[in-house]
């Protein structure tokens, strides 16, 4: 049993191991063209310019101040009857979020997040660096080119300078008018009280008389994202999202939550529904329309971006358009952190977007658990460590009667090595190798041992381990939580290395007191190899998991040392080779032949 115990723990840490490494799929490769290469129609002679392109915000300007990303063949002239006269930005800023929008097409240029920095900077949601034909979000788009040109183009007047947001609902909007009938106006509507970080937009568009339907266009998102501190952290790419009753050939099917790479996008681009949310998310971040299970279109769009440093990698985005069929009215968006309770406060569904994977049903309770105590404790470090000791003094009972099953094991041995030895001229196919397994049976039924009783145990505490795990590496609360001293963000690896050599110290002391049922030295060698095995493993885990197993470690070394005293020393069992009990069988019958013969 221990054996296939040890099997086990090895191979699930070899498939996790593997599937960071090998399973999680690389980043595509760059859309521009190889060195050496040219593309065609350009002069081989011409020095290719290999540099990242300045940003609008490098520059010092509005991004949405340079030129048009939409142009047709024939740019229209319109008079404005009721416009702006130059370009500037309007910034609505609260204590969660700084929002810039452009009077240039009344589109959102920037959203930072103030409480999740990067560098020590907000992090930033809008990518700056957008090639000329790419949008900006909340964008609009006609059936007509050139009505979708005036609408982006546009210098709309504004209903404020900007906005301070603070306990009430608030409002920002944004009006054109031009002398050929184009009206439009965005409304942007904040309500703290509801959620920090969602945005509600109206649109109304007419061309004389006649009411237009616009289609709202996200540009490539999402910002935020990191690179991985390792292959064995999980990272979630930026990737389509969508939860509801997805629309196939015509059939709705159950509420179900799907996600979408470049592949997927690539074979199938338009996907519709009756949805309660839909749009691009990252690891860490979301940007997504809340439709509140209205009949919705989206049509997704994978986008490649250089990369932001020299020696990074080439960004793979995801862009797409909303088609509301009753109107765009009151339509809210998301645009913040993957936070559990920010999520259900938005919106219940929402909370699915974080992916917790199959063991969510462990992972949501783990991680309301974790936050629970965060809340008395101020530290994630420190309440990993006391949710690690409730877990363990709840699992007590369990991990005690493992103790003594496994000291009972133990006391067996010498037994369960005669039968062995008895049988150990046998071949493995032979019949009378069951009668081996039948003996042991006997043997386990007589001394009122369960084999399995020693290995329970251990085989719960791996789904929390992976559980923990996963928590670890997909909660936003852990992303750059610290602990104490060198360890400044749990959701990384130890840089010192430190806590991993320890856990690994920890787990070959607790592996010396733990008692073994066999005398065979092999599986004693293999046994105390696994420390060598988890401290590998662990050296590049995030740091609040290595934190989660060194408080376990230890606490089942205190509970083994308790447990050794309550039930005493173990009781040495001499057992007889058969060889040697048969001789003196065999001695006793001729002392009783050689005796005098009692009278009749």
Same mark, same amino acid.
Not at 109 to 136: F, M, N, R
Not at 153 to 165: F, I
Not at 313 to 320: I, N, Q, T
Not at 328 to 342: E, Q, R, S, T, Y
């Given at each position: 049993?221990?054996?296939?115990?040890?099997?086990?723990?090895?191979?699930?840490?070899?498939?996790?191991? +593997?599937?960071?490494?090998?399973? *999680?799929?690389?980043?595509?490769?760059?859309?521009?063209?190889?060195?050496?290469?040219?593309?065609?129609?350009? %002069?081989? =002679?011409?020095?290719? %310019?290999?540099?990242?392109?300045?940003?609008?915000?490098? +520059?010092?300007?509005?991004?949405?101040?340079?030129?048009?990303?939409?142009?047709?063949?024939?740019?229209?002239?319109?008079?404005?009857?009721?416009?702006?006269?130059?370009?500037?930005?309007?910034?609505?800023?609260?204590?969660?979020?700084?929002?810039?929008?452009? #009077?240039?097409?009344?589109?959102?240029?920037?959203?930072?997040?103030?409480?999740?920095?990067?560098?020590?900077?907000?992090?930033?949601?809008?990518?700056?660096?957008?090639?000329?034909?790419?949008?900006?979000?909340?964008?609009?788009?006609?059936?007509?080119?050139?009505?979708?040109?005036?609408? %982006?183009? +546009?210098?709309?007047?504004?209903?404020?300078?900007?906005?301070?947001?603070?306990?009430?609902?608030?409002?920002?909007?944004?009006?054109?008018?031009?002398?050929?009938?184009?009206?439009?106006?965005?409304?942007?509507?904040?309500?703290?009280?509801?959620?920090?970080?969602? /945005?509600?937009?109206?649109?109304?568009?007419?061309?004389?008389?006649?009411?237009?339907?616009?289609?709202?266009?996200?540009?490539? !998102?999402?910002?935020?994202?990191?690179?991985?501190?390792?292959?064995?952290?999980?990272?979630?790419?930026?990737?389509?999202?969508?939860?509801?009753?997805?629309?196939?050939?015509?059939?709705?099917?159950?509420?179900?939550?799907?996600?979408?790479?470049?592949?997927?996008?690539?074979?199938?681009?338009?996907?519709?529904?009756?949805?309660?949310?839909?749009?691009?998310? #990252?690891?860490?971040?979301?940007?997504?329309?809340?439709?509140?299970?209205?009949?919705?279109?989206?049509?997704?769009?994978?986008?490649?971006?250089?990369?932001?440093?020299?020696?990074?990698? *080439?960004?793979?985005?995801? +862009?797409?358009?909303?088609?509301?069929?009753?109107?765009?009215?009151?339509?809210?968006?998301?645009?913040?952190?993957?936070?559990?309770?920010?999520?259900?406060? !938005?919106?219940?569904?929402?909370?699915?977007?974080?992916?917790?994977?199959?063991?969510?049903?462990?992972?949501?309770?783990?991680?309301?658990?974790?936050?629970?105590?965060?809340?008395?404790?101020?530290?994630?470090?420190?309440?990993?460590?006391?949710?690690?000791?409730?877990?363990?003094?709840?699992?007590?009972?369990?991990?005690?009667?493992?103790?003594?099953?496994?000291?009972?094991?133990?006391?067996?041995?010498?037994?369960?090595?005669?039968?062995?030895?008895?049988?150990?001229?046998?071949?493995?196919?032979?019949?009378?190798?069951?009668?081996?397994?039948?003996?042991?049976?006997?043997?386990?039924?007589? =001394?009122?041992?369960?084999?399995?009783?020693?290995?329970?145990?251990?085989?719960?505490?791996?789904?929390?381990?992976?559980?923990?795990?996963?928590?670890?590496?997909?909660?936003?609360?852990?992303?750059?939580?610290?602990?104490?001293?060198?360890?400044?963000?749990?959701?990384?690896? %130890?840089?010192?290395? /430190?806590?991993?050599?320890?856990?690994?110290?920890?787990?070959?002391?607790?592996?010396?007191?733990?008692?073994?049922?066999?005398?065979?030295?092999?599986?004693?060698?293999?046994?105390?190899?696994?420390?060598?095995?988890?401290?590998?493993?662990?050296?590049?885990?995030?740091?609040?998991?290595?934190?989660?197993?060194?408080?376990?470690?230890?606490?089942?070394?205190?509970?083994?040392?308790?447990?050794?005293?309550?039930?005493?020393?173990?009781?040495?069992?001499?057992?007889?080779?058969?060889?040697?009990?048969?001789?003196?069988?065999?001695?006793?019958?001729?002392?009783?032949?050689?005796?005098?013969?009692?009278?009749?």
């Amino acid at each position: 049993m221990e054996k296939r115990v040890l099997l086990a723990v090895f191979l699930s840490f070899l498939v996790l191991y +593997a599937y960071q490494s090998f399973l *999680v799929p690389p980043p595509p490769p760059p859309t521009s063209p190889p060195m050496g290469e040219t593309q065609e129609g350009e %002069d081989p =002679n011409t020095p290719i %310019d290999r540099s990242l392109p300045q940003t609008a915000a490098q +520059a010092g300007q509005s991004p949405r101040s340079q030129e048009s990303r939409l142009t047709p063949v024939d740019p229209p002239v319109a008079e404005p009857v009721v416009s702006d006269g130059e370009p500037r930005d309007i910034t609505v800023e609260s204590d969660f979020f700084r929002a810039v929008f452009s #009077n240039r097409g009344g589109e959102l240029v920037s959203w930072q997040l103030k409480e999740y920095l990067t560098g020590g900077q907000p992090v930033e949601l809008i990518s700056g660096d957008l090639p000329a034909e790419e949008v900006w979000p909340f964008t609009v788009k006609f059936d007509d080119e050139i009505l979708t040109y005036l609408a %982006d183009q +546009a210098l709309y007047r504004s209903s404020s300078p900007g906005l301070r947001l603070s306990g009430q609902t608030d409002t920002l909007t944004f009006e054109y008018q031009d002398a050929g009938g184009f009206t439009i106006r965005k409304t942007y509507a904040f309500d703290p009280t509801v959620s920090p970080y969602v /945005v509600r937009l109206t649109v109304d568009a007419r061309l004389g008389q006649e009411n237009l339907q616009p289609t709202i266009q996200w540009g490539p !998102a999402l910002g935020g994202a990191e690179p991985p501190a390792s292959s064995f952290v999980y990272q979630q790419p930026n990737g389509g999202i969508m939860y509801g009753r997805i629309s196939e050939a015509g059939v709705f099917s159950e509420p179900s939550i799907e996600r979408f790479d470049r592949a997927d996008v690539v074979e199938r681009s338009l996907r519709e529904g009756l949805l309660d949310f839909v749009g691009v998310d #990252n690891h860490y971040f979301i940007a997504a329309a809340l439709p509140q299970q209205r009949q919705v279109a989206v049509t997704y769009r994978p986008v490649q971006l250089l990369p932001e440093s020299p020696d990074g990698e *080439v960004r793979d985005l995801m +862009a797409f358009e909303l088609q509301v069929p009753d109107g765009v009215n009151d339509l809210a968006f998301f645009i913040g952190p993957k936070d559990f309770d920010l999520l259900e406060q !938005a919106s219940g569904p929402l909370v699915r977007s974080i992916d917790f994977g199959f063991l969510s049903v462990l992972v949501v309770p783990l991680h309301r658990s974790l936050k629970w105590v965060y809340g008395w404790v101020g530290n994630y470090g420190f309440s990993i460590i006391l949710l690690t000791i409730l877990v363990n003094i709840i699992i007590f009972p369990l991990r005690h009667k493992s103790v003594v099953s496994m000291r009972k094991m133990a006391e067996l041995g010498p037994d369960m090595k005669a039968i062995q030895n008895r049988y150990g001229s046998l071949k493995a196919t032979d019949p009378k190798k069951q009668q081996m397994q039948k003996e042991v049976m006997e043997l386990y039924s007589k =001394n009122g041992v369960n084999p399995v009783a020693g290995c329970l145990p251990m085989i719960l505490t791996m789904p929390i381990l992976f559980a923990f795990y996963r928590l670890l590496s997909m909660a936003i609360e852990i992303r750059g939580a610290p602990f104490a001293l060198w360890i400044t963000d749990l959701s990384v690896h %130890d840089p010192l290395y /430190v806590t991993p050599v320890i856990m690994g110290a920890s787990m070959l002391f607790q592996q010396r007191l733990t008692p073994m049922n066999t005398a065979d030295p092999m599986q004693q060698k293999i046994m105390m190899f696994m420390p060598v095995m988890f401290t590998f493993f662990f050296l590049w885990a995030p740091s609040g998991l290595v934190i989660y197993w060194l408080t376990s470690n230890l606490f089942g070394i205190g509970q083994q040392i308790v447990t050794n005293r309550i039930i005493g020393q173990p009781t040495t069992r001499t057992v007889r080779p058969p060889a040697e009990g048969r001789a003196k069988n065999k001695k006793g019958s001729a002392k009783k032949a050689d005796g005098p013969i009692e009278p009749k």
